[in-house]
């Protein structure tokens, strides 16, 4: 089995920056994969991040540059520097890791992000 515990969420006001953080723990040697996605109320998850092990990220459209994910492998640990952030991107955000790549996801709890003045 395989934990996510996610940190740095909170409220910041329009044109802030947070910075979110996630662990990963237990029955997992190496990740393949690990990233954010996020819920904003009445909509569908999006992705908004991923960092795969070979050096290859990807993020959502809306990112323009705002966001950074990076990685410490040895910690299992991937972090999500959001900056310039909007009010429209407040919501749930979550943690999501798989091992190989056509492993099963795994999702944090999630860390509410709200932006408002």
């Known amino acids: 089995q395989v934990q996510l515990v996610e940190s740095g969420g909170g409220l910041v006001q329009p044109g802030g920056s947070l910075r979110l953080s996630c662990a990963a723990s237990?029955?997992?040697?190496?990740?393949?994969?690990m990233g954010w996605y996020r819920q904003a109320p009445g909509k569908q998850r999006e992705l908004v991040a991923v960092?795969?092990?070979?050096?290859?990220?990807n993020y959502g459209d809306f990112v323009k540059g705002r966001f950074t994910i990076s990685r410490e492998n040895a910690k299992n640990t991937v972090y999500l520097q959001m900056n310039s952030l909007k009010p429209e991107e407040t919501a749930v955000y979550y943690c999501?890791?798989?091992?190989?790549?056509?492993?099963?996801?795994?999702w944090g709890q999630g860390t509410q992000v709200t932006v408002s003045s």
């Open positions: 960092s795969i092990s070979d050096g290859t990220t």
């Open positions: 237990g029955s997992i040697f190496s990740i393949y994969l």
């Open positions: 999501i890791a798989q091992a190989t790549l056509a492993g099963r996801s795994y």
